[in-house]
């Protein structure tokens, strides 16, 4: 009897329920941030400052974005130097200011996200007369170079005049600057502008009213030098 009662417990034993399995969850779906005005260059050869041209500064700034949900750059991260910070500075600046996007999503939900371009920097041509920036002078303020000093063309002093293989050759100079902001001397400081064509330096800017005048500490004109550099 008792291997009757044991058989029977075994016949009456119900199966195992199947295991079950719960479907993987979806993978996260992102999108990248999409610029809204890619019809506008970011930057353009207006851009470039000033205060390179001095140096002929030229390179690739390679940057990287922070854009917050509403599409606005919130941060900028220079992450190769063109070589010259004052162009590095520049694009950040610029590209922050202008750049409108359509923010970064997860799973159709704005998040903040990254975006990264590179800014090419080239001389502009018609850059032809640059202030020394790094120059020392006398006053607290320096002199400040007004649109009729860079807008000298230097190629029309040597125009008709025979000279060959003058194009890119350049010449230094030191201008003295007096209360007023007119040039009052100037002197010659190098460059590979030789003979006749550095003689013809100096009379670009002599006796012309090309600066507004450097200041001191209580506000009062003062002379001052400034150089300058000539691209032939």
């Given at each position: ?29 992102y999108r ?174 002599l006796g ?25």
């Amino acid at each position: 009897m008792i291997w009757f009662a044991a058989l029977s417990a075994l016949t009456t034993q119900q199966p195992a329920a199947p295991p079950v399995y719960a479907p993987p969850a979806p993978s996260p779906i992102y999108r990248s941030p999409q610029r809204l005005d890619t019809e506008v260059p970011l930057i353009g050869e207006d851009d470039y400052p000033k205060a390179a041209m001095f140096s002929d500064a030229a390179g690739v700034t390679a940057l990287m974005l922070t854009i917050g949900t509403n599409g606005r750059p919130t941060a900028c991260q220079v992450t190769d130097s063109s070589g010259h910070p004052v162009l590095d500075v520049t694009a950040c600046t610029l590209v922050r200011q202008r750049a409108r996007f359509a923010p970064g999503t997860l799973n159709g939900k704005p998040v903040e996200s990254r975006w990264r371009s590179r800014i090419v920097w080239k001389m502009p041509d018609e850059s032809h007369v640059m202030v020394d920036p790094r120059a020392a002078g006398n006053a607290k303020t320096a002199p400040v170079p007004r649109d009729a000093l860079l807008e000298i063309d230097p190629r029309v002093a040597v125009a008709g005049s025979g000279m060959a293989g003058t194009a890119g050759r350049t010449n230094f100079v030191w201008l003295d600057v007096d209360t007023v902001g007119k040039v009052m001397r100037c002197t010659l400081d190098g460059g590979d502008g030789e003979g006749a064509l550095a003689a013809r330096a100096c009379p670009l800017f002599l006796g012309q009213k090309l600066f507004v005048p450097g200041f001191d500490r209580d506000g009062n004109a003062v002379p001052d030098r400034v150089r300058v550099k000539v691209r032939w």
